[in-house]
């Protein structure tokens, strides 16, 4: 007799499978009663479309001998087909093929009963056209039972949500009959709790006008949102475009000021079928929002290849941009992520987050300071880390214009240590995270990050390690970053404070830096500077209007917007390269390597250990020449 193993292991005699069949049919009688109702409904209306529903003596006896046989075989092509594991309340579009399998093969069965059976078994053989009729009202029967079982409890589900919510729901319009409207629709349609209740679509796709999608119907384009919101007393409109560029998003949310009307917005689609949050989070648009742009887009095997399975060591782990990079080191497979951060609380931060998300993960927290050698060769011997994502550094551009002897000790002769000891414990991979700040610098902060290149690139040659370094500009919502300020101003009232009208940034996402940090690294022979393409740059005025007016407010007249005068360092745009330079393209469209003016050897060891001089001894004047010395193409004041 043939064995099987159960789910706990233990072998058990083949004859429990029917057993098993049996129990799951003894399971659930009102189903099975359900079907067989709907399985002989099926077969007397067959014969009587076959019949004209006019039955002769001879006529009726066969029928009455058939239906059995008929039924029984239709169960069991149900039951093959695993048709009676299904959860009636969950069954959809995804179970579909197992009802077209069964009503196939019990077609196929009945068909050959048809034509196998001898003419002396007449009264057994079906019609072929009573066959035909009956497969397909039996199984287009239970599974509409299905549907039907399905809807009705859709329907409860979002009537108990209501419950006792107290007040109407609140009418809205759905902008964007895409993927991401459909999923949007669905959870709300399905969530009474949510308290809305949607009144169409908006789309510009002239294809879709007039279309319904999960019974709602699109009702016209973004130019009728003012008559629309008017005729149908909507509440707000849902933006359900996961996709939306940031010209695209600016364009509704100006629609929406001037009819008036309060704009809100789904997660990104990605967020979504990643499953990291819920369709129905509908929240207020960000400034985030609107500086966003369009999903980046990695060569995820590239990158997965550059981290899966290794020991990937991330300084500075606490920071915005260290901390997202961990993040995406854990989400592509990492064989361990060490966490390396000074600031106790922060580390504590990210590694609990990071543990969450990722239970299975090796996650080490490491408190360290990338300038203490001894700690630093110890962690180096105990993990050797296969890659090193560098991104400890002081970022502050007033700060380090008081402090320049820590901006020297953290971010040129903490970069040269840790990048030795790499080399020293045969490192794969090496990347400095840079800034745009580093090209023609007129701050202590810039011209630091612009050395460190040079020390990384000057490493490049002496060890085995693949040294690369990553420039991009400002991240949106990084600790001290201008977003965070203007938010923490407005919610006070005002005023806003910039230092200069035409003062311009670039912005990138902590995640699309992070991610395209990860691709560069991957893509790197050594040697490189990659420039990350940051779109068109944002003058600062226009971003605190913007700010001001998702609030609800009047720029200048709810809110004061005031000029304090450029701090020292700052300078009113930010570039991509210097005096010499030029950028080539590479096989990522948003990602750029600079031809950079290569010092030698001799040059960069006389600089550190000038640098050690001065940062040692405090001489800060002396300091703020040297860089300009160092860097021609520097406009450091003393």
């Not at 965070?484 to 311009?504: A, K, N, S, Y």
Request: glycine content about 8%; proline content about 4%.
């Amino acid at each position: 007799m043939s064995e099987e193993r159960s789910q706990d292991g233990l072998k058990v005699e083949s004859k429990a499978v029917p057993m098993r069949v049996w129990q799951r049919l003894l399971n659930r009688p009102v189903q099975v009663g359900l079907d067989l109702t709907v399985l002989l409904a099926a077969f007397w209306i067959a014969y009587g479309l076959r019949f004209e529903f006019v039955f002769g003596p001879r006529t009726l006896s066969e029928a009455m001998g058939q239906a059995p046989v008929a039924v029984l075989v239709q169960v069991a092509a149900l039951l093959i087909a695993g048709v009676y594991s299904f959860v009636w309340r969950y069954v959809g579009m995804a179970e579909l093929s197992a009802f077209l399998r069964a009503a196939f093969w019990s077609g196929v069965v009945l068909v050959a009963l048809r034509l196998g059976l001898p003419a002396s078994l007449q009264h057994w053989r079906m019609p072929l056209s009573v066959i035909l009729f009956d497969t397909v009202l039996a199984f287009g029967g239970v599974l509409g039972l299905r549907l039907l079982r399905r809807a009705l409890y859709e329907r409860y589900e979002r009537v108990r949500n209501v419950g006792g919510k107290s007040g109407r729901r609140k009418p809205v319009l759905l902008v964007g009959a895409g993927r991401a409207g459909m999923l949007a629709a669905k959870e709300i349609l399905n969530r009474g709790d949510l308290g809305l209740e949607i009144r169409g679509f908006v789309d510009d796709n002239s294809e879709k006008q007039g279309t319904v999608i999960q019974g709602v119907k699109v009702l016209g384009t973004s130019r009728d949102l003012p008559r629309l919101v008017a005729e149908l007393d909507i509440d707000h409109v849902v933006i359900t475009i996961a996709t939306a560029s940031r010209l695209e998003l600016r364009r509704i949310i100006e629609i929406c000021e001037q009819v008036p009307v309060k704009a809100r917005i789904i997660p990104g689609l990605f967020e979504i079928l990643d499953g990291t949050v819920e369709v129905s989070r509908i929240r207020d648009v960000e400034i985030e929002d609107l500086l966003g742009r369009e999903t980046v887009r990695l060569d995820e095997e590239v990158v997965r290849g550059f981290v899966a399975g290794k020991a990937v060591m991330v300084t500075g782990a606490g920071g915005s941009i260290g901390s997202e990079l961990a993040r995406q080191v854990a989400r592509f497979g990492a064989g361990s992520v060490l966490m390396v951060e000074r600031a106790e609380f922060a580390l504590f931060e990210v590694d609990r987050e990071i543990r969450q998300a990722w239970p299975e993960q090796s996650v080490v927290p490491l408190v360290a300071d990338v300038g203490d050698r001894e700690r630093m060769v110890g962690l180096l011997q105990t993990f050797r880390p296969a890659v090193v994502l560098h991104a400890a550094a002081h970022k502050h551009v007033p700060l380090m214009e008081t402090n320049p002897t820590e901006a020297v000790k953290n971010n040129i002769l903490a970069t040269r240590l840790l990048g030795e000891l790499a080399g020293e414990a045969d490192v794969e991979s090496f990347v400095m995270i840079s800034t745009d700040k580093a090209v023609r610098p007129t701050s202590i902060m810039g011209a630091s990050k612009r050395a460190a290149e040079l020390v990384v690139q000057d490493l490049n040659g002496r060890y085995r390690t693949r040294f690369t370094s990553v420039r991009f500009g400002n991240v949106l919502g990084s600790a001290g970053s201008v977003i965070p300020i203007f938010r923490q101003q407005i919610l006070e009232g005002g005023p806003l404070t910039i230092t200069h009208p035409d003062m311009v940034r670039y912005f990138m996402t902590i995640p699309e830096a992070s991610q395209l940090v990860l691709q560069a690294g991957a893509m790197g022979e050594g040697g490189e500077v990659f420039i990350l393409d940051m779109g068109e740059p944002v003058r600062i005025l226009d971003l605190a209007k913007d700010m001001i007016a998702l609030y609800g407010l009047k720029p200048f007249e709810d809110v004061d917007i005031v000029f304090t005068g450029v701090r020292p360092g700052e300078k009113l745009f930010e570039e991509l390269e210097t005096v010499g330079e030029s950028i080539a393209k590479t096989i990522h469209p948003k990602i750029l390597v600079g031809k950079i003016n290569r010092y030698s050897r001799q040059q960069v060891s006389e600089a550190l250990e000038r640098f050690v001089e001065l940062s040692q001894n405090g001489r800060e004047r002396d300091l703020r020449r040297f860089f300009s010395e160092f860097l021609p193409e520097a406009r450091i004041t003393e």
